[in-house]
């Protein structure tokens, strides 16, 4: 690989390390202020918004810059909302607008490897892409559940600069400092990302029309038998994902009796436990049999349930990285059999703009039903009941429509060397 990727990847890292960073630091703030708990996942819930909302505009503001100068522009926009948290705005409103960051981000991270690399190099890289996504969440995860930590937040607390008041008086505080230094290295980075000569000039700037051909977009996914299977698929997956990152927040305070900053490791377990069967996955599921994993969601959603019975920690460690293999296997298929067909039906970049918008419009709508669980006084154990009950539910249709699918016709031809 030429030097450049691994400069893109270590942008990509540091910025995805401090994402999952600040959603514990931004808890941890929640908490301090002794705002009611159905708010917690309201904090997702305004990050997702810009995604769906943007979702038409972000993939062209991409393609207008040099990559590396959106990213940069995406981390500097993160910085901002790290900095009204720290100024005492309201978290929920400051991490909406690092969502505006996250979904300029996006489209750039992916779009700069289609212009640096050769397309023969495109697997290797995004292998790296997830890989180092995967490293991130746990790493990420684990470093806001220490830094909001009693332990490690009392000696920093209690460093002092002569003559000069900081106003860091809190372990979320404290978090926020180290999390703006990382997104901070993330942009320096930016800066060094290789120029790749691709003509940076929109082909329509109307508004109008590049709603228009989102739409356009989305319902030609949509409509095509095998799009339509794995973009449910992935919907489903993520708006489940982000719930289940909250429900085991919940369950571990309730249930294990762990403070956020102990939970925070059971989410980096599931985390792993997701990269193990996304290996896994890669190793026996080859593209043209990707719909055969559709069961295994369906086993998922019924495994979550067990969650209800178990509070001893080896258990509890066992049971999350069963979880999470089993989402990873299920999901990695089914992502890449969509970026195969957006591929061939419109090309990659729409194809991850209409993903985009799906993924997390399924996120906005089950994080919005958890926090009225919630607001409901739900225990934790009727909200993991019905999470499992609804994902099961769901899988089954999604099989049953693909079985309809076939009935009803010939299926489009998936090349048994695929490797889009």
């Not at 190099?121 to 997830?130: D, Q, R």
Request: glycine share 8%; aromatic share 10%.
């Amino acid at each position: 690989m030429p030097f450049g990727f691994y400069i893109i990847m270590a942008a990509q890292f540091f910025s995805s390390f401090a994402d999952n960073a600040l959603l514990v630091a931004a808890i941890a703030l929640l908490i301090q202020l002794k705002s009611p708990e159905w708010l917690t996942p309201m904090l997702k819930l305004f990050f997702t918004i810009s995604y769906v909302g943007l979702a038409p505009f972000v993939g062209a503001f991409a393609d207008a810059l040099p990559k590396g100068h959106v990213m940069f522009i995406s981390n500097a926009i993160k910085i901002a909302g790290c900095l009204l948290m720290f100024l005492d705005v309201n978290p929920i409103l400051a991490y909406a607008l690092v969502g505006v960051g996250a979904a300029a981000y996006s489209p750039a991270k992916y779009g700069i490897l289609t212009e640096y690399l050769p397309h023969q190099k495109l697997v290797i890289a995004n292998g790296w892409i997830e890989g180092l996504t995967v490293a991130s969440i746990i790493l990420g995860t684990a470093l806001g559940g220490l830094l909001v930590s009693s332990a490690v937040a009392r000696p920093l607390l209690a460093f002092d600069l002569p003559f000069i008041d900081t106003d860091i008086d809190t372990p979320a505080e404290v978090a926020m400092i180290f999390i703006m230094a990382t997104y901070t290295i993330a942009a320096i980075f930016n800066l060094y990302i290789p120029r790749t000569g691709v003509d940076h000039r929109m082909p329509k700037k109307n508004p109008l029309f590049l709603v228009h051909d989102f739409y356009h977009s989305m319902r030609l996914l949509w409509k095509d038998k095998l799009g339509q299977i794995s973009l449910a698929v992935t919907t489903l997956f993520w708006g489940a994902g982000a719930t289940l990152q909250f429900i085991v927040l919940k369950w571990a305070e309730v249930a294990l009796g762990l403070n956020l900053s102990q939970a925070t490791y059971l989410q980096a377990i599931t985390a792993l436990g997701i990269a193990m069967g996304a290996l896994l996955a890669a190793r026996m599921v080859p593209l043209h049999r990707a719909v055969g994993v559709l069961p295994v969601g369906t086993v998922m959603g019924l495994v979550v349930i067990a969650m209800v019975f178990v509070k001893y920690m080896p258990a509890v460690v066992a049971l999350l990285i069963f979880i999470g293999g089993l989402a990873g296997f299920f999901v990695v298929p089914m992502n890449a059999l969509l970026q195969h067909r957006g591929h061939i039906l419109m090309g990659a970049g729409h194809s991850i703009a209409v993903q985009n918008f799906n993924e997390n419009l399924s996120i906005l709508a089950m994080l919005g039903l958890y926090a009225l669980l919630i607001k409901l006084n739900l225990s934790v154990y009727t909200v993991i009941v019905l999470f499992g009950v609804f994902v099961t539910v769901t899988m089954l249709l999604v099989g049953r429509r693909h079985e309809y699918n076939k009935r009803s016709g010939e299926l489009p031809a998936i090349p048994a060397d695929a490797t889009h």
